[in-house]
């Protein structure tokens, strides 16, 4: 979402899908990214540093992160813990 918007990320999905070329979006993603990410056409959402304490990969997982990521696809409120936000 640095480089481009949701429709120029859906465009080039579509284009891969069109290949037969599956698209995952990675890189960092944080609550605001995945918030709008869920809207695009990716069949994989890379979610690591978000679902791990302090948005750190190298802490381990968190159950709360995991939990608020989850809401964030249910449409529901995101779950907090671990010490910070999905920020």
Do not use: W
């Amino acid at each position: 979402l640095d480089h481009y918007s949701l429709d120029d990320l859906n465009r080039m999905i579509e284009q891969a899908a069109s290949l037969d070329i599956a698209v995952a979006l990675a890189g960092s993603l944080n609550e605001s990214d995945i918030k709008i990410l869920r809207h695009s056409h990716a069949e994989i959402l890379g979610i690591r540093s978000a679902a791990c304490e302090k948005s750190s990969r190298t802490r381990p997982l968190c159950r709360a992160r995991l939990n608020g990521l989850v809401d964030l696809f249910t449409a529901a409120s995101p779950g907090t813990g671990c010490n910070s936000s999905l920020d």
